[in-house]
């Protein structure tokens, strides 16, 4: 959570002192401004339809780890009363 905190604090501070010192007239930053801030929008849009796809990918992935997990747990379990059972 940190390394975001620290990313945005950046970019936010890059785009003011790029803003402070930039050699050309307000309306032409502001219409490159609209143009990034669209396409920032859509590449979020993008993200949010990606992580939604994935999303029960990965659930699906975690519960079959969680039983291959288990079933291994089992086993091992199962091996080791083999071992210790009397003769």
Do not use: E, F
């Not at 003011?16 to 669209?38: E, F, H």
């Not at 659930?59 to 009363?81: C, E, I, K, P």
Request: glycine share 12%; aromatic share 2%.
């Amino acid at each position: 959570m940190g390394y975001m905190r620290g990313l945005v604090h950046g970019a936010v501070l890059g785009t003011v002192i790029g803003l402070c010192i930039a050699p050309q007239t307000g309306d032409r930053t502001r219409a490159q401004l609209r143009v990034a801030g669209l396409a920032a929008r859509n590449g979020a849009i993008a993200t949010a339809r990606a992580i939604n796809r994935a999303a029960p990918l990965a659930s699906g992935a975690v519960h079959v780890a969680g039983r291959a997990r288990h079933h291994d747990t089992a086993a091992v379990n199962g091996a080791r009363a083999k071992r210790a059972a009397p003769a």
